[in-house]
């Protein structure tokens, strides 16, 4: 017999371990695009601006005019597990802001070039500082600019080469941030949101600062799903959860579904509710064709499990099949009773 031994087990260096955890947060410039206008809305801005280079892969910049960052903390901000939103285990049941486990920034900045530009209202001057790895580069630079947060984030997956090479085209990683984009205007009406190709005069994605979730719908998804919707409320006192949010009625049917959930604020997906609703749809629409749905659950935090994967994106809840079922019970009823399409009248 041939003897066959073991290969040696040797520990990975932190950069390459932290660089495949990031790989994993940040699958794609979309992933990054969430995570930064989570912050941004966390950091309670009344408006959002975000700029693109092919697709986010080559420049990705987002500006907000919200609270900004201490300049005592830009030393640590990109620091794996630093965040001002949770101090201790127990935090993450109560949190209500969007991000929570402090791993956004850092991430980001292990696999690309990331600037932050910040401002807050007790300080004269804004602060510029450039990181790696996680680690500031020198110190923040003084310089000019107006409350809230700029942060820049050039060759994304710049040392992933393999990731890097898997993405072949831009204009599907535009589109797919022009997506987020869109979910997140539509569910924050009364922040202004903007979305360009760098150098270009048109926008993507454009709203005001004070508009409605119907306007926002009518501005991105256009007039021919606005004047079809039916709101949809719920306050269910025995699962302890409410539902807001408009969905579209048995006249309306589109090739593509279009699915806007957020549960606490945040853009998330359950797979089980999408699919329990189509259900209803599926006995009025024409086969192979989909309604508009938006929907807004809120429930207590502490019974969300958003952790199920890195970019907490698939959630799961307690109670599910009831919070589920009840709202396919709302839902339902919502499109039963509306024998007449109810139209809504806003300014174009
Ligand atoms: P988390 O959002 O989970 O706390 P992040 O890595 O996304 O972790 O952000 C780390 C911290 O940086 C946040 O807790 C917040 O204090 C600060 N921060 C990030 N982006 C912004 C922003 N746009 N405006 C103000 N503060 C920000
Ligand atoms: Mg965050």
Do not use: W
């Amino acid at each position: 017999t041939t003897e066959v031994l073991p290969p040696v087990i040797r520990k990975l260096e932190e950069v390459v371990i932290n660089r495949i955890a990031a790989g994993e947060i940040i699958q794609r410039p979309s992933n990054a695009v969430k995570e930064l206008l989570e912050n941004s809305l966390d950091a309670k801005c009344s408006s959002i601006s975000i700029n693109l280079k092919n697709g986010g892969l080559k420049l990705l910049q987002i500006q907000d005019n919200g609270t900004g960052i201490r300049k005592e903390d830009l030393g640590i901000v990109c620091e794996r597990f630093t965040t001002s939103k949770l101090t201790c285990y127990e935090d993450l049941g109560t949190i209500s802001t969007y991000g929570f486990r402090g791993e956004a920034l850092a991430s980001i900045s292990h696999i690309a070039h990331l600037t932050i530009t910040t401002k807050t209202a007790n300080e004269q001057c804004a602060y510029k500082a450039s990181y790696t790895d996680g680690k500031l580069n020198g110190l923040p630079k003084a310089c000019a600019a107006n409350q809230g947060t700029l942060i820049s984030v050039e060759d994304l997956f710049y040392n992933v080469p393999t990731r890097k090479k898997a993405f072949k085209n831009p204009n599907e990683e535009h589109a797919r941030v022009v997506d987020v984009v869109s979910r997140y205007a539509v569910h924050n009406p009364t922040v202004g949101f903007s979305l360009k190709k760098f150098g270009e005069n048109l926008s993507d994605v454009k709203t005001s600062n004070n508009s409605s979730h119907i306007d926002n719908i009518r501005l991105i998804y256009g007039n021919n799903i606005a004047r079809e919707l039916l709101e949809i409320e719920l306050n269910d006192d025995i699962f302890k959860f409410s539902v807001s949010g408009y969905i579209s009625n048995v006249n309306f049917s589109t090739k593509k579904q279009i699915f806007i959930l957020f549960i606490n604020n945040r853009l998330v997906d359950s797979t089980a509710l999408r699919k329990s609703l189509e259900t209803v749809y599926s006995l009025y629409l024409p086969k192979g064709s989909h309604p508009f749905i938006y929907l807004s659950l809120s429930m207590d935090p502490r019974n969300v499990d958003v952790n199920v994967h890195p970019t907490k994106h698939e959630v799961h809840f307690l109670h599910e099949d009831s919070v589920i079922e009840n709202t396919r019970q709302a839902l339902e009823s919502k499109l039963l009773g509306a024998n007449t399409s109810r139209v809504f009248y806003t300014q174009a």
